[in-house]
């Protein structure tokens, strides 16, 4: 065998790099799911309405560990508000497919750590207290 082959050999048999070390979990599906719908809400929500029904939808702050979030995006779906706002449309669409996922194919794989429906409108914010600094 010639010494340069034996790296080609190598390069050979491991292959192409993989593009995602693992497939993505149903909570991990959950997780970054919730975390684009209450981004694109909080976009939509912040940005000039061009149709004042905007205004009128309900908030969406996600916690899939809320037991009361199921309830959230129920309602959500089923406002009447801007129902021919193609953005809303959009996130509507992206809300009932959390919904299903949750509610149906990884209903096993969810663990509700709380029921407190006043933090999904009033979330507590989260401040971080460097070590050393504490009075």
Known sequence: MTPGLLPLLLLLLAGPPAAQPAPPTCYSRMLSLSREVTGD????QAMEPSEACVRYLPRLRLDIHNYCVLAKLRDFVASPQCWKVAQV????DKVRKLYTIMNSFCRRDL???????DALEYPVPVTTVL????R
């Open 41 to 44: 809400a909080q976009r939509l």
């Open 89 to 92: 449309d959009a996130l509507k």
């Open 111 to 117: 663990v509700f750590l709380s029921d407190d429906c």
């Open 131 to 134: 070590p050393g600094r504490q």
